[in-house]
């Protein structure tokens, strides 16, 4: 069993920058791949970032890659998303998930585990 909490949402302005956490709780959370995951209101929830268990492969999707950095501390039981050059439609609520195996990380229902969500607005 996986608990994940996430942090690090917040306001702030288009161009800035916000690092989201998502904390674990599991003594085998280190055998897991982490997925984040945002969804706006109205939408469906897209794939943002994933990372594997060792942390030595990464995936994301388009429209963050140069902008975001997905990384993990095993050590601390935490995962990281540095989100740099904010836009106003990286609005949504982001949550983390985590799974066994790094095959089609960018589908949802392939995660065992989710956060709750933190909610990242950027204003225009």
């Known amino acids: 069993q996986v608990q994940l909490v996430e942090s690090g949402g917040g306001l702030v302005q288009a161009g800035g920058s916000l690092r989201l956490s998502c904390a674990a709780s599991g003594r085998t959370f280190s055998s897991y791949a982490v997925g984040w995951f945002r969804q706006a209101p109205g939408k469906e929830r897209e794939f943002v970032a994933a990372i594997s268990w060792s942390g030595d492969r990464t995936y994301y999707t388009d429209s963050v890659k140069g902008r975001f950095t997905i990384s993990r501390d095993n050590a601390k039981n935490t995962v990281y998303l540095q989100m740099n050059s904010l836009k106003p439609e990286d609005t949504a609520a982001y949550y983390c998930?985590?799974?066994?195996?790094?095959?089609?990380?960018?589908?949802?229902?392939?995660?065992?585990?989710w956060g709750q969500g933190t909610q990242v607005t950027v204003s225009s």
């Open positions: 998930a985590a799974r066994i195996g790094f095959r089609e990380v960018v589908v949802s229902t392939k995660y065992d585990y």
